[in-house]
């Protein structure tokens, strides 16, 4: 099956500690994304990456961290310094510069205990 | 910066009537759009892609687009209560830039 999968589908954080996100894709897209959404607010895009061992931030980035080591893997970390980390994490992706579209991952949601 | 306003709605509709979702936006030289539909508590799916004026028809969804006022609208003939969901207009960026999307707009549909 061909897709985009992220793991977990919830996650819970405390106080403090640094979670980590995965998104893994076998499209063989060249271009991965995250995105957050929270109730009532459009996705806000927080990290992109175009290429392996490359990537930028986006609107929100602040809090967060990213790695693109491998094509298929774009992993997300919320730091502790991210003080309001609730909300629905998308992961995307996108073949190249020439397609306009992204495709979404199931999502992760993340709660603060 | 670009920018998509949606209606939040609810919208509400009784089953096999039509619903209208609307969508404007701010920059002129917005080229494409996107429908997407997200069920409660999962990711958005990618419905529809209009790039030029008119009417882009796909089985029950018919898109349109007026770039001299700015609008794009969905229309969902027949409405079925699984069509209940929120949809989200978003503008594609230019080579790898992010989507812009806007706050999306529930729909219910009343059986």
């Known amino acids: 099956d061909g897709g985009i999968t992220q793991s977990p589908k919830y996650l819970f954080r405390k106080e403090g500690q640094n979670v980590t996100l995965s998104c893994e894709q076998n499209?063989?897209?060249?271009?991965m994304y995250w995105y957050r959404q929270d109730p009532g607010q459009g996705l806000r895009l927080i990290y992109y990456?175009?290429?392996?061992?490359?990537?930028q931030k986006g609107d929100i980035a602040e809090g967060y961290s990213v790695s693109r080591e491998k094509k298929e893997s774009f992993p997300l970390t919320v730091t502790s310094a991210q003080k309001n980390p609730t909300a629905f994490y998308l992961c995307?992706?996108?073949?190249?510069?020439?397609?306009?579209?992204?495709?979404f991952g199931p999502g992760t949601r993340l709660l603060v205990l | 910066q670009k920018e998509v306003e949606q209606n939040s709605g609810p919208l509400s509709v009784p089953e096999g009537a039509i619903a209208s979702l609307n969508c404007t936006y701010s920059d002129r030289g917005s080229q494409s759009f996107f429908w997407y539909r997200q069920y409660s508590g999962k990711s958005p799916e990618l419905i529809m892609f209009?790039?030029?004026?008119g009417d882009k028809e796909d089985g029950r969804f018919t898109a349109q687009l007026n770039k001299a006022s700015q609008y794009v609208s969905l229309l969902i003939r027949d409405s079925q209560p699984s069509d209940s969901a929120t949809y989200l207009c978003?503008?594609?960026?230019?080579?790898?830039?992010?989507?812009?999307f806007g706050t999306g707009t529930k729909l219910q549909v009343i059986p």
């Open positions: 978003a503008i594609p960026g230019g080579g790898y830039q992010k989507v812009t």
């Open positions: 209009i790039y030029s004026n």
């Open positions: 990456s175009q290429i392996v061992n490359d990537f």
């Open positions: 499209l063989n897209h060249d271009a």
């Open positions: 995307a992706s996108k073949e190249d510069s020439r397609q306009e579209t992204q495709y």
